[in-house]
Nanobody, 120 residues
């Protein structure tokens, strides 16, 4: 089993910044892609950003140029630096990792979610 612990959410003003972190622990063999999603009440969970093992990134159009995803493979941690925050960024953010075991089987794990609120 792999556990994900998120931190860094909270309240920020429009135009401000927040940094989310998600640390994976447990029976880790190999973590492949890592990512961040967000989900507003009543809506589906949408990808915000993702990063591969070798650092290739993808972003939702709504956050390009404002958010930066990064990872520390030694710490099994993924980060989301959020700048120029807007009220519409307000929602719950979830981290996501794809774990591969020694047999090559992959499983998706989710963090518990962290609330981000952008308000003046």
């Amino acid at each position: 089993q792999v556990q994900l612990v998120e931190s860094g959410g909270g309240l920020a003003q429009p135009g401000g910044s927040l940094r989310l972190s998600c640390a994976a622990s447990g029976s880790i063999f190999r973590i492949n892609a890592m990512g961040w999603y967000r989900q507003a009440p009543g809506n589906q969970r949408d990808v915000v950003a993702s990063i591969t093992t070798d650092g290739r990134t993808n972003y939702a159009d709504s956050v390009k140029g404002r958010f930066t995803i990064s990872r520390d493979n030694g710490k099994n941690t993924v980060y989301l630096q959020m700048n120029s925050l807007k009220p519409e960024d307000t929602t719950v953010y979830y981290c996501n990792v794809i774990h591969e075991n020694r047999y090559g089987n992959r499983q998706v794990y989710w963090g518990q979610g962290t609330q981000v609120t952008i308000s003046s």
